[in-house]
């Protein structure tokens, strides 16, 4: 049996055991198993991986995307350009293991926001800084995309919620959240922004999908914009990684 999971300090949210347990299922996929592995910290990482020696592949979620690659062997090209991982790809061989990064997360969110793209979607706000926000920064810079990233911490050229006041809001037409806020289960939380200056022309893509609706895509939707959230960016990325990991072996 090779086993598969995904790693992260609050996986409560999570949809990918239940998302491969039906692919498994349902495309008669025998030898594979998909587990929750809730981690505190990565301080023991690779002791831990090493008593797992069954486990060949791992999912990488929020706070690890970017934390986790000192900790691999080796990246592909787009993970090493983007500087998050999402994906990993474990081999054993010679009696080592051998972990290389991946992010699989820039085609789930490219693929899923595409066919909503208009002429008039010129300019994007990235809410949020982490991991998450690198893919989504390297998917709008291949589209053409220009984009300025939102933070609640001043550094450099990132904006500040203080910073965001109507015009800003009117300007870029393309709202993207990366980070937590309205993520189940605190699902009454949303990224303090004004909506007021929200409105039809704009598309508002929240890559959270539990809950479906947050209170982010509410305050937009009541705007008359629309709303899309993260749960097929979610099944495409995780079919990227299904590729991934089939091709080790």
């Known amino acids: 049996m090779k086993r598969l999971g995904i790693i992260g300090v609050k996986l409560g949210h999570s949809f990918s055991k239940q998302y491969f347990e039906a692919k498994f299922s349902n495309e008669n996929i025998e030898g594979y198993s998909y587990d929750v592995f809730p981690m505190p910290s990565l301080d023991n990482f690779r ?6 020696k069954d486990i060949t592949g791992l999912s990488v979620t929020i706070p690890y995307k ?4 000192p900790f691999l062997d080796e990246l592909d090209n787009g993970a090493k350009a983007i500087g998050a991982v999402n994906t990993i790809k474990i081999i ?14 820039v085609y789930g969110f490219s693929e899923s926001l595409k066919k909503y793209l ?15 926000s690198k893919a989504v920064g390297y998917a709008l810079e291949k589209s053409g995309i220009p984009y300025q990233k939102v933070s609640r911490f001043k550094a450099g050229d990132v904006l500040t919620y203080n910073d965001l006041n109507e015009e800003i809001i009117k300007i870029n037409t393309l709202l993207i959240n990366t980070t937590p806020l309205g993520m189940y289960p605190d699902v009454i939380g949303f990224p303090q922004i004004p909506y007021d200056a929200i409105s039809p022309s704009h598309l508002v893509f929240d890559l959270i999908y539990n809950p479906p609706e947050t209170m ?8 008359g914009a629309i709303a899309l959230n993260g749960l097929e ?7 990227k990684a299904w590729e991934i990991w089939r091709d080790s072996y």
């Open 47 to 52: 002791e831990w991986l090493n008593v797992n």
């Open 66 to 69: 970017i934390s986790i690659i």
């Open 92 to 105: 054993n061989t010679g009696g080592r293991q051998i972990l290389k990064g991946y992010n699989t997360d």
């Open 118 to 132: 208009q002429p008039h979607h010129r300019a994007a706000l990235v809410l949020g800084t982490g991991g998450a």
């Open 216 to 223: 982010l895509l509410k305050k937009a939707l009541a705007q």
């Open 233 to 239: 960016m979610l099944h495409l990325q995780a079919e």
